[in-house]
């Protein structure tokens, strides 16, 4: 009798940690599930895909890539104050703060000068700079006495 009693506590035990078992697999495939995606997700991360790529002739993705690593808006200031009396030309400006930015020459693109526009502008606003414009082409820039 106690045998059997024995028998069915064991059996009981048996079924239990079978059932504990399955789901225990269960959690580890769920699991395995979660770290394949986590490693999908890194390698998408790490794939350095070129927005250029995707680019058409109405519309072109922008990436936010600062052009100059100093404060633009400053240092171009702080350069037409070194010479007040003298008229500067965008690409004149650019080369400046490229060279301000240790930055080597062969960086010039045409993003650079409309960064180096949206500064002049911003202190034309202001009242900093004065614009003497020639032609629609021919623009120079001076610094601005207060008076």
Known sequence: MAKQ???NQIEKKLTELQRERKQVLQHLILVDEKIATLHQA???MQAKSRLEEHNTKLYSYRT???RFKLKLRTTLLSILKAEPNRYFGVTELTFLLLKADNQPESAFTEGHT???RGALK???DKG???REQRTTIHVRW???RPS
């Open 114 to 116: 409309v960064s180096v």
């Open 42 to 44: 890194i390698d998408i």
């Open 64 to 66: 936010h890539k600062p």
């Open 142 to 144: 001076k610094f601005k």
């Open 122 to 124: 911003h202190w034309l």
């Open 128 to 130: 900093m700079v004065e």
């Open 5 to 7: 009693v024995y028998l």
